[in-house]
């Protein structure tokens, strides 16, 4: 699986270096914080529709939600392990870009460990959350599960499904559409694939390992282990969270729009003419 591993490694990096390229040279009134942003926000795009992609091929193959194989699972878990931790990196260098370009701090006039120190307390839940996945549940998923439970590594890649409208929202906005038709679809798709993939999905692996095994949905958490229901809890708790804070955002957008007496669906000039 090294082999595996180092495609990631090699294939991530050299897309965000892609897309830096292709920006700077499409967009040539674009800061570097610009290119930088919406690199990463492609990336982020790209990894998220390749997990969702190999989640959906996982649970749909896997009949016997514990004692079914897939090869994709360790697969894509080594493959995609060097994303998590070069998309901190990236997500550095958007910070770092964006504090200079304001010209606010001298701080920012050169890489430092103020400045990693600063974006780290600024971004701490994205970090969490990436290392996480690194240090917790990449080792769970490679070496002690006893080969149980493909389905539900399945599930838990199709978390990534709403990372791409997420990314698309950002990079409409950067291109000056946050007003236009488009960008309100995709609102709503956020919404609706963030609620889908990242909270309908517990009850949904709860009623699937009841139907399984002949249990009420209401009582499958009686049957699985302590530590399967904490694990799930702390998992699903930031999704709320930030389902919650997308929710919010949502109702200020509207509310200003209806303030202003706009039309959410009405379409804006995007600052790149």
């Known amino acids: 699986m090294f082999s595996v591993f180092a495609c990631g490694a090699v294939f991530f990096p050299g897309l965000f270096y892609s897309f830096r390229k292709i920006l700077r040279s499409t967009f040539a009134n674009w800061t570097e914080a610009d290119v930088v942003a ?10 998220g529709a390749l997990a969702t992609t190999a989640g959906i091929v996982v649970v749909s193959s896997c009949k016997e ?53 600063r974006f780290l307390l600024r971004d701490r839940l994205l970090v969490l959350h990436h290392m996480t996945l690194l240090l917790v549940f990449m080792p769970i998923c490679l070496f002690y599960r006893r080969g149980l439970g493909d389905f539900f590594i399945g599930c838990f890649f199709t978390t990534e499904g709403s990372t791409p409208f997420v990314s698309l929202g950002k990079i409409l906005i950067q291109l000056g559409l946050q007003d236009s038709r488009l960008h309100w679809i995709n609102g709503v798709t956020v919404l609706l694939s963030f609620f889908c993939c990242r909270i309908l999905l517990f009850p949904f692996m709860y009623w699937m390992y009841g139907r399984q095994y002949g249990i009420p949905l209401y009582r499958v958490p009686l049957a699985l282990p302590l530590h399967c229901n904490l694990g799930n809890l702390a998992i699903l708790a930031p999704q709320v969270y930030w389902f919650l804070l997308l929710c919010r955002k949502a109702q200020r957008l509207y509310l200003r729009s209806r303030a202003q007496g706009e039309d959410p669906k009405g379409t804006d000039r995007p600052k790149t003419q």
């Open 38 to 47: 919406v690199s990463e926000r492609l990336l982020s795009a790209v990894h």
């Open 65 to 117: 939600v514990m004692t079914d194989r897939h090869w994709l699972v360790n697969g894509f878990v080594w493959f995609g392990a060097p994303y998590m931790a070069y998309d901190i990196y990236a997500m550095y260098l958007s910070h770092y870009h964006s504090q200079k370009v304001k010209g606010q701090d001298e701080a920012y006039r050169g890489h430092s460990l103020r400045t990693v120190k």
